[in-house]
């Protein structure tokens, strides 16, 4: 199954959630509704919303109120919230081959306009009016918060262990996902054992997404990226491949892997990146990926037979398969 016949499963929804996400970007304030809109539009797959819509569909799902849209965007504006708070903490200057929010307006008006994104989506949880996906969101928002901190912890500390970079992607990554899929499944009334599939699903669809985006932080190239290769490097993140190669390469290219993290520079990355595909990083690290597709794809086993489950297949599939 190709991207675009994923997303084919449900056109009709997703064209809703757009026309929502536009609806509740205004503002009486110009700036918010400009670098809202500059996010929101800036390219991204809207895979989160996506799982929304999937997990509803995927329990046959029909709301003529379209409460599946309102709260596919209301995952969209978290997302949206979280990206803007990151690019300030990490001073990214590009993403998804635009100049961030921070590079164009300041980092002031950047976190400000991601609180009321944050903010906006709760208004609009209140409007959905289940207390379930109220906590499953607001449990989900801690996390993130939580992962964050985790990672900024981490930055220039070549000893994170394999286990506490696990824990960090499981918060900033896997666990917007996770209640992506889980919001749905309980939106769509599922019972108990559908209701943790997807879940579950959600979980390890997040934690593969993760482990792959930081194997083509080395592999991939900056045009597909839509951001520079080598950026986690860059800002002294210890990821997956940076771990496995400083424990299995020779002392002299763990030592320059070390000194890279300690300093947050990228002077060393083509041998860096020479490194991690010899010393078989890049394979390990795809391998755990691909653990977590076969557990997210098993997870989903028990959902009756529809084009909505084959899409979610096919989606873990795809977090594996991208170059971007």
Not at 176 to 190: R, W
Request: hydrophobic share 45%; with cysteine; charged share 20%.
């Amino acid at each position: 199954m190709l991207v675009k016949d994923i997303y084919q499963v449900v056109e009709d929804d997703f064209q809703q959630v757009n026309e929502l996400i536009l609806q509740q970007l205004q503002s009486n304030v110009p700036m918010v509704e400009k670098i809202g809109q500059h996010i929101i539009e800036s390219g991204g797959k809207r895979m989160r919303p996506l799982l929304v819509l999937l997990a509803a569909k995927a329990l046959d799902y029909n709301d003529p109120k379209n409460n599946h849209a309102l709260l596919a965007g209301i995952i969209e504006f978290l997302h949206t919230a979280t990206l803007l708070h990151d690019d300030v903490v990490d001073t990214s200057d590009l993403r998804r081959g635009r100049p961030t929010a921070n590079a164009n307006w300041g980092n002031a008006p950047s976190v400000l306009v991601g609180d009321f994104l944050y903010s906006r989506a709760f208004q609009m949880m209140v409007q959905l009016g289940s207390l379930k996906i109220m906590d499953i969101l607001s449990h989900s928002t801690c996390v993130i918060a939580e992962g964050e901190v985790m990672q900024l912890m981490n930055v220039k500390n070549p000893d994170v262990s394999e286990d506490k970079y696990m824990d960090v992607i499981q918060g900033k990554t896997a666990m917007l996902f996770e209640a992506s899929s889980h919001a749905g499944a309980v939106l769509a009334s599922a019972d108990t054992e559908q209701e943790e599939a997807l879940r579950l699903y959600g979980h390890h669809l997040g934690m593969a997404f993760q482990l792959v985006d930081d194997v083509l932080d080395y592999i991939g190239n900056a045009e597909d990226l839509g951001k520079n290769v080598g950026d986690d490097l860059a800002e002294g993140k210890p990821t997956l491949p940076l771990i496995f190669a400083m424990q299995n390469a020779s002392d002299e290219q763990a030592k320059l892997i070390r000194q890279a993290i300690r300093k947050g520079t990228t002077e060393a990355l083509p041998q860096i990146i020479e490194i991690v595909q010899q010393c078989g990083a890049i394979d390990y690290t795809n391998g755990k990926a691909l653990e977590h597709v076969s557990m997210a794809k098993q997870a989903i086993a028990i959902l009756p037979d529809s084009p909505a489950k084959n899409a979610l297949g096919a989606l873990a599939d795809l977090a594996v398969s991208r170059n971007s």
